[in-house]
């Protein structure tokens, strides 16, 4: 059974930072490219940050790019995401989910993720950026 479990997530103060830890059991988790996905109050899913299988390509949304850093490890069959600079319009339940199956566009990363190319999400960890 797949299982995705978020931790990390917390209050914080803008400008501040948090590290966002997803642990992946029940899958051969180098074999799937993985994405950070968030949901705001009120708004719909947003991806945010997805890595390749190697860990050597990814990309990050406009709105986080410099702030953000995705990661992994695959020997520890963990994924990461590393907040800094955090802002208010980051408040959201930030959540990790798996490629639905190993393509080559996991492999590579050669266009901008669709939400219809993940399943299996995590129960999401909470960041809310406040003062």
């Known amino acids: 059974e797949v299982q995705l479990v978020e931790s990390g997530g917390g209050l914080v103060q803008p400008g501040g930072s948090l590290n966002l830890s997803c642990a992946a059991s029940?899958?051969?988790?180098?074999?799937?490219?993985m994405i950070w996905l968030r949901q705001a109050p009120g708004k719909g899913f947003e991806w945010v940050s997805v890595?390749?299988?190697?860990?050597?390509?990814?990309f990050h949304v406009g709105s986080v790019k410099g702030r953000f850093t995705i990661s992994r490890d695959n020997a520890k069959n963990t994924l990461y995401l590393q907040l800094n600079s955090l802002k208010t319009e980051d408040t959201a339940m930030y959540y990790c989910?798996?490629?639905?199956?190993?393509?080559?566009?996991?492999?590579?990363?050669?266009?901008?993720?669709?939400?219809?190319?993940?399943?299996?999400w995590g129960q999401g960890t909470q960041v809310t950026v406040s003062s």
């Open positions: 989910a798996k490629e639905k199956y190993p393509t080559e566009w996991g492999r590579l990363l050669y266009r901008y993720p669709n939400l219809s190319d993940f399943a299996s």
């Open positions: 029940g899958f051969t988790f180098s074999s799937y490219a």
């Open positions: 890595i390749n299988r190697g860990g050597d390509r990814t």
